[in-house]
């Protein structure tokens, strides 16, 4: 069987038998701060689990894309020589929310692989936890599974945790015996030996328990199943190889890299590592980047980068000098496009994005190896094992130079690095974001909200009305606690039965407005929903004498205008995409928004900054669509139909099984609970004010539309008139006119600048009689002023050139701010570092700075210290001359 057909085989056998078949999540997981990347099955099922949402379904079953590199599950330095670990993989999964249990999940999985895929029972070993029963019993009993093929294994082996605290239970797994170790020459084993004879091919997890702080367990209310089987592992055993690089998912890949490299797979040892990682990290950044993750040096940025550049150094190992790895990224989308579509849209893109990274880093990696090569040869000399970490640092914060692939190509030759040393330059530095990123710990819910989820499900009926006079106030909060009534003056949260305003999701704000009582008013500052299904609002500003109390009858209203204006936006952010899509390609993705009342902010997948003609195309098409005033149609659809439809799905989103599609005639289809206006044209105008980078690969489209658009408009024609008015000059002539001026702006600048060089080079003379002496050394330190960094340079190397030998030390204040430029002559660089002596001076005058043994400048806020600073410099030269 193929990979392709192992896939669709398992989705449909539990298909079959009652399961609901839910798409893969992305890879960057959804408001879930203590993941860096999806990394199992059951990750998009985690608040099911938790009991704070819930499916209309009580079983799934998934083909889950999965990434480990980082964190407690990092695989990173065991793909390449293992024949069995990946950094993307996929999880093929069911699940059972409170349905069945062990004596369903065992017998579907054995039923699975025996009977289905007709795996040879004497080939299969189950370990179980050591104090679990019940499993033994239906494995032996139920299943008929010999007792001397299940083995009990402990707490570290066979039972699983959510965390610390919470679900938790013993699981069961099935091992497939490959009859043989990959390793030659490897001694008889048994089921825990790790050298690849036994491999794990399905893990069964019941959720049976949840633990307290004190480690105390009990039995959940509702146990459930969650179980994982490696696609790669079983296409392995199905395929009857040792190794997963040999199944259908890699040989392309790996034949691949052979055709581009020269190689044969399975010539040497040392080649087959590097091609098995360039198979694997082609997968992976075609995956990564495709859900969105762009290169770059923090989270999980930082890791997408650091796998490709493990990968281009293991391409420079096998002879690949020119760009390869973007040549195999096509490779996997041609494997991976009929299970994941998404990679096929987004193909170009993610080529792109690899090529440049090849060719960015391409340099830094020459450069490295070469110091890499002199480090290592130092401390041979020097009878070392050690590679210095402060130099190793070096390379790492001038050159970019990952301290990881340091390490790699230290221990291929025989050293180790000295990571403390490393370690303390690091922390000398500023805090950077990749060694500060931590997981932040999962947002706590309170106890009040998990119990007004189970009680109150508050209607939403905002997309009909702005107003509701029958709404009931089921539950008031305080100070994080249920009460029964709220006073005058109190702040603090209502929910209601049924409720008009719209809770902040999907980057639109919350709705504002007031609730009404008989006798009193409170005012709607802000509506969020703290669970699924639960919508709150939060008040304040009462007015009137009587207290609000739950039970009581309420008006509500939302702010119209408000919520028109957000309406107008919300609309236009979705013509922006379509746009967007249409001028720039398929691949653009949106990665965030602001749905606001006074403007819109979109955030999208995108290589390179956007033309002028490209932001004015966008703008063009939106423009176009508003005045064909085209109806906005919504519906309420099955998920998959909406998908199949074409409607634009969010991947990192998360949707229930009933979807609201957004439909702007053929222009736009996108899956959107969010607030529209019934026709485009009532947006009236739309105007683009800004396009920008925010980081790697990412862009931003800042835009107005109605009332704020007109606004724009008629303010940018006042500043015209103004300039024109002022200028003297027609419309038309305006950009020849300003560019005329700059040019001639520009040139008085330059010959002001020479004046004042000329000026100061008046005094090079009586700055050279007047240089002091220090231990044999002239030293010259002046403030000049009225010149730029620039120009401090150039008069600074004239002074060194008549001192002939000696140190120089010029300041200036240059926007308010104090400015140092230090040149010392090469004869006495090895006594007088200018880097060094710059770095001892710079803070005097609250700032910092570096610079080469000859060369070194530095600036610094405190303008007030920049005479003593000169001053010190005579003493400070001295301490270095003695």
């Not at 910092?848 to 600073?869: M, Q, Y």
Request: charged share 25%.
């Amino acid at each position: 069987m193929t990979s392709n057909e192992l896939r669709r085989y398992f989705l449909h056998y539990f298909e079959r038998h009652g399961h609901r078949i839910v798409q893969s999540s992305s890879l960057v997981p959804e408001k879930d701060p203590t993941l860096l990347f999806t990394n199992a099955g059951m990750n998009q099922f985690k608040n099911v689990f938790l009991g704070l949402e819930k499916r209309a379904y009580k079983r799934a079953a998934t083909a889950q894309k999965c990434f480990r590199a980082s964190g407690k599950h990092n695989d990173l330095e065991n793909v390449g020589p293992s024949l069995r670990h990946h950094t993307f993989f996929e999880m093929l999964g069911n699940f059972s929310f409170g349905d069945y249990f062990k004596k369903e999940a065992i017998p579907f999985a054995w039923d699975l692989v025996t009977k289905e895929w007709n795996l040879p029972p004497e080939r299969l070993w189950i370990t179980i936890y050591q104090e679990d029963e019940e499993a033994f019993q239906i494995w032996n009993k139920q299943v008929g599974v010999p007792a001397d093929r299940i083995v009990r294994l402990g707490e570290k082996d066979n039972f699983w945790a959510m965390g610390d605290t919470g679900p938790c239970g013993p699981c069961s797994e099935i091992h497939f015996d490959h009859g043989r170790s990959p390793l030659p020459s490897h001694p008889q084993c048994f089921l825990t030996c790790e050298c690849g004879r036994y491999v794990e091919i399905w893990n069964l997890v019941f959720m049976q328990f949840n633990r307290d702080e004190q480690g105390n367990t009990t039995p959940l209310p509702s146990p459930s199943i969650d179980t994982g089987m490696g696609l790669e592992r079983i296409t392995a055993v199905m395929q009857g190889t040792l190794s997963n690089y040999d199944t259908d998912l890699f040989k392309p890949l790996i034949r691949e890299a052979c055709n581009l490299a020269l190689k044969e797979y399975g010539d040497t040892a040392e080649d087959d590592v590097s091609l098995r990682i360039l198979a694997d990290h082609a997968r992976a950044a075609t995956f990564l980047i495709s859900d969105g993750v762009m290169p770059g040096n923090e989270g999980r940025e930082y890791v997408l980068r650091k796998i490709l550049r493990r990968a281009i150094r293991h391409g420079r190992k096998l002879r690949l000098q020119d760009p390869f790895l973007y040549r195999l990224t096509g490779v996997v989308v041609e494997l991976m496009k009929e299970a994941y579509p998404e990679v096929v849209r987004s193909q170009e893109f993610v080529a792109r994005v690899v090529l440049n990274e090849e060719e960015k880093f391409s340099s830094t990696l020459q450069y490295g190896l070469r110091v890499l090569d002199e480090l290592c040869a130092g401390a041979q000399k020097a009878a070392s094992a050690v590679l210095p970490g402060s130099e190793l640092f070096k390379l790492y914060d001038t050159y970019g130079f990952p301290l990881d692939l340091a390490r790699e190509v230290a221990e291929e030759r025989k050293f180790s690095i000295d990571e403390e040393g490393f370690s303390r330059e690091l922390a000398a530095q500023k805090e950077r974001a990749r060694a500060s990123w931590k997981g932040a710990e999962r947002a706590k819910i309170g106890d009040v909200y998990l119990e007004l989820q189970e009680k109150a499900r508050p209607r939403f009926v905002g997309y009909e009305t702005l107003s509701s006079s029958e709404s009931v106030v089921e539950a008031i909060i305080v100070d994080g606690q249920l009460v029964s009534s709220f006073g005058p003056g109190q702040k603090g949260e209502i929910i209601l039965d049924v409720t008009p305003f719209y809770a902040e999701s999907g980057g639109q704000v919350g709705d504002q407005g007031v609730l009404q009582g008989e006798a009193w008013m409170v005012r709607v500052e802000d509506t969020y929903s703290p669970l699924p299904g639960l919508i709150s609002h939060r008040v304040t500003s009462q007015q009137g004498s009587l207290s609000v109390e739950v039970g009581q009858k309420v008006e509500a209203y939302v702010d119209a205008e408000r919520r028109r204006s957000t309406m107008l936006n919300h609309t236009a952010t979705h013509l922006v995409h379509a746009a967007l899509r249409e001028v720039l390609g398929e691949h653009v993705k949106q990665s965030g928004s602001l749905v606001a009342p006074d403007r819109l902010r979109f955030d999208f997948t995108h290589f390179a900054p956007m033309t002028d003609r490209e932001v004015q195309r966008v703008e063009e098409m939106v423009n176009q669509q508003i005045r064909q005033d085209t109806q906005v149609q919504t519906a309420v659809s099955d998920l998959e139909k909406a998908l199949e439809s074409g409607a634009l799905a969010f991947f990192g989103e998360k949707y229930s099984d009933r979807v609201r599609v957004v439909q702007i005639g053929p222009f736009s289809r996108e899956l959107c609970g969010g607030t529209h206006v019934s026709a485009v044209g009532q947006i009236g105008a739309f105007k683009i004010v800004a396009e920008s980078g925010i980081a790697a690969g990412i862009r931003r489209i800042e835009a107005l539309t109605g009332e704020t658009a007109i606004r724009r408009f008629q303010e940018d024609e006042a500043l015209l008139e103004e300039l024109v008015e002022k200028l003297k000059v027609s419309r038309r002539e305006l950009p020849e006119h300003i560019d005329r001026l700059t040019s001639q702006l520009r040139e008085s600048a330059r010959r002001i600048d020479d004046l004042r060089l000329r000026l100061a080079q008046t005094e090079i003379r009586d700055l050279v009689q007047k240089a002091q002496e220090i231990r044999g050394i002239k030293v010259i330190a002046h403030r000049v002023d009225d010149l730029d960094r620039a120009g401090l340079r150039t008069l600074a190397d004239r002074l060194k050139n008549q001192l002939q030998s000696g140190v120089v030390i010029l300041g200036t204040l240059e926007d308010s701010k104090a400015a140092l430029v230090i040149m010392v002559s090469k004869d006495l660089t090895s006594r007088v570092h200018a880097g060094k002596l710059i770095q001892e001076l710079a803070p005097l005058i609250g700032g910092g700075g570096g610079g080469k043994p000859d060369l070194a400048e530095a600036g610094g806020k405190d303008s007030s210290k920049l005479e003593e600073a000169l001053q010190q410099s005579y003493r400070v030269v001295e301490k270095f001359l003695s």
